[in-house]
């Protein structure tokens, strides 16, 4: 079984558009040596104070409406994780899952996050992982497979069962093999 992308290598083979990282993961250190012919910004988009954090682009002209569009927002507000998400490419309707669960979660509206995050699937994919409603399956999928296809790169959706996050692949365009997947969520979650 081939082994998926990860998130740099994707970047690299110019298939991600920015790429988001820290010192304290090693993975990205390893390869930071790579990374430094690209536009890259540091200020602004930490996560928390522990690490140096850093986020990567294609092109000059990406970082620039990056940096426009942060002046405008609040730092790690919704609003900032709704700007990094879709910067690294992630499709809007998972970009808009996340968003919506870290604002119940700071609203300290917990029964409604705990719910929504009961509905959640995982996508590892041309080196993009994120998650997403299990109602948007369908349509994260397709987004995802659209903008990062590569022959035979395995597709990968992961959802909690148990104490174990497990993978179901799924070939791109096999709508069947969703609703599988989609039919096994809804179960666990009964």
Known sequence: MKKPLVDFEAFLMGLKPALYGTN???????????LERYPCVTKGINQHNDAEFFLFFQSEQMKEDFLKKLASVEHLSPEFHELLGLTLGYPPLAVKHFVKCRRLEGEKRMNEYEELFKHKVSFLYSGIRCGGHVNDLVENSVWLWERYYIKDEPFKIGMI???????????????????????RKLDLIK
């Open 24 to 34: 304290a993961s090693p993975n990205y250190m390893a390869n930071f040596h790579l």
């Open 161 to 183: 069962e148990g104490d174990v996050i497990k993978y179901y692949e799924v070939k791109p365009f096999d709508f069947d093999g969703l609703e599988r997947v989609r039919k």
